[in-house]
């Protein structure tokens, strides 16, 4: 494994998150006339250090980079000029303080909204909801699910594609509740099957939810032919070209596109003999599989996508594209209700409900960048999309240190009418930190579970 294939866009997408987070803190400041003294990418001592702007104020970049901070002129830091006072953070408003505390969270939405938009407006290629039934199908058979089945709505709610799909169940399983899913059957002929997901857990991560439900992407039979080749990858060094069709592995004939990638995944760092078909010549070319992971388990990757896979007509691809008016309504949309969804995950938590093993730390987090940045750069942009948001959901929970403790000691202020004692907010402070390292400890202690069992 490439540790630079998980370190580089783990670092990419935390540095733009960071950033993007401190900014939205220090332009509010600025904008409600507070002196900012510092703005630090990272903690700890500073690696690089730069004074700029009319305040001379200090853009650090630390040697601890999990975070950053606005460090804002305020009196209880220390002391302050006369002249300055009305520039203190201490000094302003609780209005304006609850919105220079909130600008961080709202900048990490409006980060993933500007992505999701994006995305939804180039438009991807994403796999149809077309169901098949998996190795386990009681709760789909139940269901009237029947192979083939192309998910057109869940409950009245259009679904466009397989991840739509996965995120729309996900969110009625919580509710674990039954839904109606409004499909076209291959035959062309659209029918209704009712999925009960009461019941159906939802616990460690370790196991897609549509899996449990005993459905799968459903298949077509697929030629072994060579779409697009990746830059640089090994199927591009060892000479393989798009439209190649691949006949034989190791001498062991390949009868289809699934053959060709479960031989390639077992055989991570192995010199693999492929034979081709290429205009009608057959050729025969050495091709090594680079080392990746997935899931814990090492696996092979050649750099090839698959030719488009048509059988009868029915694609299992096809473009997902909107407007900029509905683009923007799906991303804010999107954005909302994952926001919602990882609070009621959360707060299932802390009942029991759901188990604490889907949280997840730096490690698992650098395991995902790897993943989607080398499925290409809408599946990274998408998972840098919703790091984002939940960030900003992190980072507004009622936990004194967050932003979110902060934020309740200004509603308590309004409400109340007057500040907070200090012996109150110290108390405060003494207790988040004991529970933000309780949270980074169940992070830590489930990623190097997960690369234990693999």
């Known amino acids: 494994m490439n540790l630079l294939n998980y370190l580089v866009p783990f670092a990419l997408a935390l540095g733009l998150l960071i950033l993007v987070h401190e900014l939205g803190h220090y332009l509010v400041a600025r904008w409600c006339g507070v002196k900012v003294l510092r703005f630090s990418i990272g903690f700890g001592k500073p690696l690089l250090l730069r004074r700029a702007g009319r305040d001379g104020t200090e853009w650090a970049l630390a040697a601890f980079p999990l975070g ?9 830091e220390g002391p302050v000029e006369p002249a300055e006072l009305h520039r203190a953070f201490n000094r ?6 609850f919105a220079i505390v909130a600008a ?17 407006v ?6 149809r909801p077309r169901l098949a039934l998996s190795e386990t199908p009681a709760i789909a058979v139940a269901a009237g699910v029947r192979d083939g089945d192309l998910v057109l709505a ?8 397989w991840q739509d799909l996965r995120w729309v169940l996900l969110r009625h399983a919580l509710e674990q509740r039954e839904v109606v899913l409004h499909v076209r059957t291959l035959e062309e002929v659209e029918a209704y099957r009712r999925l009960n997901l009461a019941g159906v857990p939802i616990e460690d991560g370790s196991e897609d939810l549509i899996v449990r439900l005993g459905l799968k992407p459903w298949r077509p039979v697929i030629p072994a032919v060579v779409g697009r080749i990746s830059e640089g990858g090994s199927a591009q060094r060892a000479g393989l070209r798009e439209g190649d069709e691949v006949i034989a592995i190791e001498g062991a004939a390949i009868a289809g596109w699934t053959e060709l990638v479960e031989r390639v995944r077992a055989a991570p760092g192995r010199p693999l003999s492929f034979d081709v078909l290429r205009a009608g010549e057959r050729l025969s070319l050495s091709v090594t599989p680079e080392s990746g992971t997935e899931n814990g388990a090492q696996i092979g990757r050649i750099g090839v996508g698959v030719a488009e896979p048509v059988e009868g ?12 008016i509905d683009g923007l309504t799906k991303a ?7 926001s919602v969804l990882s609070l009621k995950m959360i707060g299932r938590m802390f009942t029991g409900e759901v188990s604490w093993k889907n949280l997840s730390g730096p490690v698992t987090i650098a395991d995902y960048a790897g993943q989607t940045a080398q499925l290409g750069l809408s599946h990274y942009l998408k998972f840098v999309a919703l790091i984002s948001i939940s960030l900003g959901v992190l980072n507004l929970l009622p936990i004194p240190v967050l932003d979110g403790g902060h934020l309740l000691y200004y509603t308590v202020e309004i409400i109340k009418g007057g500040p907070i004692p200090e012996r109150v907010m110290e108390i405060g402070q003494q207790i988040g930190l004991v529970l933000l390292a309780m949270l980074m400890a169940f992070a830590f202690y489930n990623d190097i579970n997960r690369l234990i069992s693999g």
């Open 68 to 76: 950053g901070y606005v460090k804002m002129l305020d009196e209880r």
């Open 92 to 97: 302003q408003s609780v209005y304006r303080r």
């Open 104 to 120: 961080g969270p709202i900048a990490n939405f409006i980060l993933a909204i500007a992505l999701y938009w994006g995305l939804f």
């Open 122 to 127: 180039a438009g991807t290629d994403e796999l």
């Open 154 to 161: 869940v409950d009245d709610e259009p679904v466009r594609s």
């Open 313 to 324: 007509g029915l694609s299992m691809f096809s473009q997902v594209r909107y407007g900029p």
């Open 332 to 338: 804010v949309r999107q954005t909302w209700e994952t």
